[in-house]
């Protein structure tokens, strides 16, 4: 590929897109033929805010790839304690490692430290900003289920501030998805990402009630509410319950509905919804290993 | 009267700038963006809202002992896309230039995002894309439409 950095999901392409989940596929059909692939290739974790699934599944991804990583572990025992900037964590880590892994709660940061290292930097989620590689496995998961051709997706919970949202909505322009946006109206889709939509000449629309799109949606794409957007917890109950979906839910939606979550999920997708046939959130997060063994595997130069 | 006559009112310069044409009320946000204070003890004359045939009120900014590039006062075409420039060798103009609306402009707007890494304590400019209706972050994607004199960066 092209790309030095993965920074944000407006840098890739149709292309890039398909590079990097047809890469993934080989991949997961035969995980064994990449396991010496990097076995000399060190991956720098810097993770400035709690994380689960993207820190594990990079780890694992470079771990079957025949590498290790070198953690920085928490922001409370690290140099950033005390006062260190990003600027030159990231020129400290750069020297020890081959590629840089970067989760930082402030928009922007993810660009700002790739402007001061040369190895590869991959932005695992920057504050309210983007999260590319969720939005690569979910790209995954959706041409796995649902394929993209004719695609009508609804998109629902917290758009304002949701990173993975961001992103995903702007990869979807580039195989033409119908988008439906569904949110209560104060955390609708920020003024930027909504004038990217237009500009890529998006087809998208907004909601506030899931029941007037849910029967013509081929995936449902839901994200969590968090309490603290909201100025107090009455409010919050009111509005995160009116976004809640379960079975019965999904009765009204069609037969071969997929329902996707970023994870982690606290109670907008009931628990009786896991044993539906909709319910491909587990496998989502399984792709996360073989979606990031191939990014890594096409940066570090695997397609030579 | 003419934009002559107007500019008499303050005295001319022998050698420097004059920013005319500025929209009525921005002279002091034009010095701000072009890190003018005074401290550097060349005289610094401004005038506000004179009557103006083609803006209805305008300001003028006269710089004594400095001549502004023209990436200078590209900048100025945020808040004042009409200003012109002179330059003044021995009481002559010398050069008349207009602002061009510049791509990007680094450093000069606080981006009001309080969650931007540009806001933190980074070796970091801020840094704006100029598009034809506002400005956006390179960083954080913030786009500002309204009121661009209110995010001048402070010195």
């Given at each position: ?144 289920n ?74 449902l794409?839901v ?21 809640q979906i379960d079975a019965e839910t999904l009765e009204?939606a069609?037969d071969d509905l997929t329902v996707m979550h970023?994870l982690?999920r606290?109670d907008e997708i009931a628990h009786d919804v896991d044993e539906t046939t909709h319910a491909k959130y587990f496998q989502q ?20 | ?155």
């Open positions: 590929m092209r790309h030095d950095h993965i920074i944000s999901a407006k840098q890739l392409s149709r292309g890039d897109i398909e590079t990097v989940l047809d890469h993934a596929a080989d991949i997961a059909a035969d995980p064994g033929a990449f396991a010496d692939r990097h076995s000399d290739t060190l991956l720098g974790m810097l993770f400035f805010e709690p994380s689960t699934r993207t820190k594990m599944s990079f780890t694992t991804a470079m771990k079957r790839l025949g590498g290790d990583i070198v953690d920085m572990g928490s922001v409370e025992s690290s140099s950033v304690k005390k006062g260190e900037s990003l600027a030159d964590t990231v020129r400290v880590v750069e020297g020890y490692t081959d590629a840089l892994v970067l989760r930082h709660p402030m928009e922007g940061s993810a660009k700002m430290a790739s402007e001061f290292v040369d190895v590869p930097l991959v932005n695992a989620g920057d504050g309210a900003g983007q999260h590319p590689t969720q939005t690569l496995l979910d790209l995954y998961t959706i041409r796995e649902a394929g993209f051709d004719d695609l009508t997706i609804g998109i629902m919970g917290d758009l304002k501030y949701g990173r993975t949202v961001h992103s995903l909505a702007h990869a979807l322009t580039t195989v033409d998805a119908r988008q439906h946006f569904i949110s209560p109206e104060s955390l609708q889709l920020p003024r930027s990402v909504r004038y990217d939509l237009h500009e890529a000449g998006a087809g998208i629309r907004e909601h506030t009630e899931l029941d007037e799109v849910l029967p013509e949606l081929d995936v794409y994200t969590r509410i968090q309490a603290e957007r909201f100025p107090d917890e009455s409010e919050y109950r009111e509005v995160a319950g009116q976004y009204a069609k970023p982690p606290v997060a399984h792709n996360g290993v073989p979606v990031r063994m191939a990014l890594l595997d096409l940066m570090l130069g695997g397609d030579q | 009267m003419s934009d002559n006559d107007q500019q008499l009112r303050v005295s001319k310069i022998r050698n420097g700038t004059v920013i005319d044409h500025i929209a009525g009320g921005q002279a002091l946000n034009v010095l701000a963006i072009l890190g003018i204070d005074g401290t550097s003890g060349d005289s610094v004359s401004v005038a506000m809202n004179m009557p103006s045939d083609r803006l209805g009120h305008k300001d003028v900014v006269k710089v004594e002992g400095r001549e502004l590039s023209q990436d200078e006062v590209d900048v100025l075409s945020l808040i004042a896309p009409a200003a012109t420039i002179n330059i003044i060798r021995d009481y002559d103009v010398i050069e008349k230039r207009r602002v061009e609306r510049p791509a990007v402009v680094e450093g000069v707007l606080e981006c009001p995002n309080h969650n931007c890494i540009t806001t933190e304590d980074e070796p970091v400019a801020s840094r704006f894309a100029v598009g034809d209706d506002g400005v956006r972050c390179e960083y954080c994607d913030t786009i500002i439409r309204d009121n661009l004199p209110a995010h001048i960066l402070a010195e």
